[in-house]
Nanobody, 122 residues
Framework: QVQLLESGGGLVQVGGSLRLSCAHS????????ISWFRQAPGKEREFVSG????????YYADSVKGRFTISGDIAKNTVYLQMNSLKLEDTAVYYC???????????????WGKGTLATVSS
């Protein structure tokens, strides 16, 4: 059974940092890429960042380039999203997803996590 468990969300002030974690089980990173999506209140879910199998390629939405960094720890079965210089508009529920990705606009999700809330306050 595939499980994706996000953690690390919380409340932070503008300009601060958070590190989200996605602990995954039941799937092989030889066959799946891992991505982060987010959904802000009243908005559609959007792609944030992705890391290909074996961490060979990284992808970012334009809105987070230079501020967010995705990385993976194969030994811990965990993918991280380091979020720096946070803005009010980064407030959202962040979801971990497994599937495939070939660009920031071309991806398909097979499995979703339940999400973790990140709130940026002024």
């Amino acid at each position: 059974q595939v499980q994706l468990l996000e953690s690390g969300g919380g409340l932070v002030q503008v300009g601060g940092s958070l590190r989200l974690s996605c602990a995954h089980s039941g799937l092989s990173l030889n066959y799946y890429d891992i991505s982060w999506f987010r959904q802000a209140p009243g908005k559609e879910r959007e792609f944030v960042s992705g890391i290909s199998r074996q961490s060979s390629s990284l992808y970012y939405a334009d809105s987070v380039k230079g501020r967010f960094t995705i990385s993976g720890d194969i030994a811990k079965n965990t993918v991280y999203l380091q979020m720096n210089s946070l803005k009010l508009e980064d407030t959202a529920v962040y979801y971990c997803a497994a599937g495939w990705i070939s660009s920031s606009e071309n991806y398909e999700v097979t499995y979703w996590g339940k999400g973790t809330l990140a709130t940026v306050s002024s």
